[in-house]
């Protein structure tokens, strides 16, 4: 395949499937990427997140599933990332991260459908919104 072709596909992608994908509604702009989670993917994604240039930035974050005796370790040690960015708000889903609701800051739910109400009572505007959690949490149907 020539270099224009492969430029050209790769501009033109428009991920669907909650990896990386972008979602403007309304006012706000969505960045899903509810696919799957680990320590290393939930990582970087904040640490990109932080580096946008945005106004307003959320988390709403799933829990890591499947880490067996690291779970909460690890899930801490997203809480700490979390922590030192600069966010309008936090949002954390799942029993694992709920576990930890008494030593972080944070807005914290064992089920993703009290989130979902919660989400919607706080109606937000003028925000970008990163989505990120284990296919099992679908912290992307925060937005049905």
Known sequence: IDKDSIIKGISN????????????????????????ANPNSMK???????KLNATSKVIVLG???ELGEFTSV?????????????????ILVGKNFYREKNDFEGVYFEEISAARE????????????LLKGSRGISVESILL
């Not at 970087?44 to 932080?50: A, I, K, R």
């Not at 919660?118 to 919104?129: G, L």
């Open 63 to 65: 829990d890591m599933l």
């Open 118 to 129: 919660y989400f919607r009572s706080k109606n937000i505007h003028n925000s970008t919104i």
């Open 13 to 36: 992608y428009q991920p669907e499937n909650n990896r990386s994908q972008l979602e403007i509604i309304g006012t706000n702009t969505f960045i899903k990427d509810a696919y799957n």
């Open 44 to 50: 970087l994604s904040l640490e990109s997140f932080g």
């Open 74 to 90: 690890e899930h801490r040690e997203i809480l700490k990332l979390a922590q030192s960015l600069d966010l309008s708000e936090m």
